[in-house]
Structures are given as C-alpha cells and as structure tokens.
C-alpha cells in the first residue's frame, strides 16, 4: 500500500507538537496507484521545481517536466430558471475559461472574493462537476475521454478536502472506519493490511491509535480536518484540491494544518491546489498564485513577483486589503470598494471595470485577455501596473 515515500518518518513525528486540523472529504480520483508512480525522481523532482517558478498562466518557464494538470478554457454555465415558465436562458457564468498547468510538487494557490467561481473550478477539477465546455488533462489524460472503471480509477488521484470537516465526516462512524473507508471501498486493503494502513495514516497527520475508536465530534476543528486529510491520503492522490481548508479554524491551528499539509506534500510528493479568500492564506504555501474574478483567471505568476509587483488592479487592491503592522508603511491608495458584479450579466469589456480607478474608455469596451506582462507573469488589464518594476516587460 503504499505510496509513502519513507516509512519511519512522518510529519506527525517532525512535528509532533501540532495539534491538527482539516477538513476534506473523500474524493476521488485518478489510476491505477502503482507506488512507484506516486514518486518523482530527483530530477523530475528539480525539474518540476524549476520550472513552478513560472507564473505563466497556461505553460511554464521551462518545460523539463510534463504538467500534472492541464486546464484548458474550462467552463460552468449554470442555467437560472427565469420566470413562470422557467424558461432557462439564463446562465450563472460560475466559471467563464480557465488555462493554466499545475507542475508535479507545485502548489498553485486560487484566489478571488466570494462568488468569483473558486469553488466550481476544483469541483470540475475533482470531476464532481460535469464542465460546460473544456478540458481537465490530468497526467496527460483527457479525463473527460475516460468512462466507467477508468473513471474510477483516474479519481483516486484527485482529491479533495473541504472547508468544513464536519458536515463530510459521518458522525456515526468511528475515525478508524472513516479512514479504512475509502480503502475498503476502492478494495485496497483487508485485514491485518488494513489496520496497518489506518494506523500509518493516522499517524502520519497527527493523530495516534488512541482516536482510532472515538467519534468525530469527540475532536476539536482542526483535529476533524486532520481526519479528513487521513482519508484523501488513503488512496494515494497525486492531487489534493484543498478548498479553504483552513478558513473555519481558529487563527492558532491554521498555521499546525498548513504546516501539516507542508510536511504532507513533502512526504508524499503531493500537488496541491489551494483555494482561498485573500492573498495572506495563501502567500506561505503557494509556488504560484492565481487571482480570480467573476470565473475567469485576471493574474498568475509566482508568489513572489504577484506580492511583490502585482499587474491587475484587482491583485493590487487585494494586497492594500492585507493589514500592514506598520502605520508608515500603510498603502495611500483607496481600498477596493462595491461589490462583486452578477455573473449572469457581467460588465461590458474588463468585467472589473466599475471598481477599477484606472479604467478608461477602452476598458469598458473590450475585453483584455490574460497575457504575459512579465516574465512568467500574465494578467489580463489594458494598463497593466507597476511595469516599470518587470525585468521583461512585454508591453
Ligand atoms: N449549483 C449551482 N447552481 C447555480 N449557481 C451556482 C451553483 N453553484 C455555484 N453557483 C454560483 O456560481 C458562482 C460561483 O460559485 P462558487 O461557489 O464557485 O464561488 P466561490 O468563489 O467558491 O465562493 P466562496 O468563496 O463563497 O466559496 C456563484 O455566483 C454561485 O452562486
Ligand atoms: S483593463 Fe482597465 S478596467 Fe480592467 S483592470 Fe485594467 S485598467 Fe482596470
Ligand atoms: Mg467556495
């Protein structure tokens, strides 16, 4: 059983202190688990490294190592019943065309307000939504040409964890059968390999045989997250599509799970897709981030040049939002104001145009679409900022 990649040392013992957390949820994805597969070499280990520090938004700086995931104009239109006859001609454009890769070892952080399609976007990921148009490539795979087994198959390696680790634990099952469960199902593991394994994940996140018998309400928020974190890593994903994971917990033990799932990536060579709200919950876990707006990508690039020379307007009101401890240091400019627009009528042109103070005349008319302003960085804006910052500016 047994993608982990070392056998006496888990993360649960680097860090034993941790108390735990995480929430998720059984999903499902992917192949044929062969362990072997679950591991990168050194230098396709390096290579995927090298080459995440690209903030490109559909290719990569480098092309040493194939992507892991390939999302290519991806969609959710959901149709709006429309008056008396609920005529559906309407549609909530959760989702309007998503391009980016994911490397094997990366973590590509998303983020955007309430609303923008955040969500949708890992669901069509984890294959629990059906995409109105596109594609999710996984492992070179067109998932959408998969059926039946294979699509069973192909589920283990995805997964999800989600923001509420209670509402997806059942309440009348032991933690040892919660995270035997999904082995049991996918007919992975019986008998004394079983309880071996339960026990290897348990500990892995935190946790030991002492809360095998006990409940999930017995357990604290980010204890129950970690029980859920146990279940995603029972089948041996490649990906973990972690939805807020940590949003509902406590200031204290957000920081024991993101160094949880830290440790996690590291021991299993796991990719993650992080979601959150703001920049701040996703600056220390994320390679890349990708900023979102009313369902569509409007910046990615590397953590580092997105904190430190963001392009969109939008990623630049979303970092004058992070409290600055310094009252000298505080941002002069005015923070982001109204409300994110319907995303069954968007604006006309740039979606972000009523909130943008440097929207002119072309803004509103014509869409701009995401393209590199610096080396691996790509924003979609007519006037893109701080330009004079980027080493290769392309406009
Ligand atoms: N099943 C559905 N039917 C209709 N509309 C939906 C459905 N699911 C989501 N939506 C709409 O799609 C849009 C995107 O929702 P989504 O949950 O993906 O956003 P999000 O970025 O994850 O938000 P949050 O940060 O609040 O979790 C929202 O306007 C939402 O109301
Ligand atoms: S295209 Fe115009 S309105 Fe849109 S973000 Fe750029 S400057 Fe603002
Ligand atoms: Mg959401």
Same mark, same amino acid.
């Given at each position: ?15 034993? =202190?941790?108390?735990?957390?995480? #929430? ?20 396709? +280990?390096?290579?995927? =490294? ?10 990569? =700086? ?12 991806? =969609? ?15 549609? $909530?454009? +959760? ?15 998303? $983020?955007?307000?309430?609303?923008? #399609? ?42 999800? $964890? ?35 394994? $339960? ?13 095998? +018998? ?7 928020? /980010? ?31 957000? +920081? ?45 690039? %590397? ?34 104001? /109204? ?38 960085? %790509? ?17």
């Amino acid at each position: 059983m047994s993608g982990f990649k070392k056998s006496g040392e888990h993360p649960a013992e680097q860090s034993e =202190k941790e108390q735990f957390v995480i #929430g998720e949820t059984e999903m499902t994805l992917a192949t044929a688990a062969k362990p072997d597969e679950l591991m990168l070499s050194s230098s396709e +280990a390096a290579a995927a =490294k090298e080459a995440q520090v690209s903030g490109n938004a559909g290719t990569s =700086k480098t092309s040493a190592a194939a992507p892991l995931l390939q999302v290519r104009g991806l =969609k959710k239109h959901f149709p709006v019943a429309k008056g008396w006859f609920s005529r559906k001609n309407d549609y $909530v454009r +959760a989702v309007d065309g998503l391009d980016f890769d994911v490397m094997p070892g990366e973590t590509l952080g998303i $983020v955007g307000e309430s609303g923008c #399609g955040k969500s949708t976007a890992g669901q069509m990921i984890v294959q629990l939504l059906e995409p109105t148009d596109g594609q999710v490539i996984f492992d070179g795979t067109d998932l959408a040409s998969l059926s039946g087994e294979q699509v069973r198959r192909a589920r283990r390696d995805l997964q999800l $964890v989600f923001q509420d680790p209670y509402s997806s634990l059942n309440p009348r099952m032991t933690v040892y059968d919660l995270v035997a469960e999904p082995l049991i199902v996918h007919g992975l593991a019986s008998g004394k390999a079983l309880k071996a394994e $339960v026990m290897r994940l348990l500990e892995a996140v935190g946790l030991g045989p002492q809360h095998a +018998a006990r409940y999930p309400h017995e357990f604290s928020g /980010g204890q129950r997250q970690r029980i859920g974190i146990a279940r995603a890593l029972a089948l041996k994903p490649k990906m973990i599509v972690c939805d807020e994971p940590v949003s509902a917990l406590d200031v204290s033990i957000q +920081a024991q799970v993101l160094n949880l799932l830290k440790d996690l990536q590291e021991q299993f060579e796991l990719t993650y897709i992080f979601i959150a709200h703001g920049l701040p919950s996703v600056k220390h876990i994320s390679d890349r981030i990708a900023v979102m707006y009313l369902g569509k990508i409007v910046e990615i690039g %590397s953590r580092e040049d997105l904190f430190a020379s963001p392009k969109h307007p939008y990623t630049e009101a979303l970092l004058d939002a992070v409290p600055v401890p310094d009252p000298r240091l505080r941002r002069k400019r005015e923070p982001l104001s /109204g409300e994110l627009p319907s995303p069954v009528n968007p604006p006309s042109g740039c979606a972000f145009h009523p909130r943008c103070p440097y929207a002119q005349d072309i803004c509103r008319q014509q869409a701009p679409a995401l393209e590199q302003k610096a080396e691996g960085q %790509s924003a979609a804006c007519h006037f893109p900022r701080h330009m004079d910052e980027a080493s290769t500016a392309s406009r």
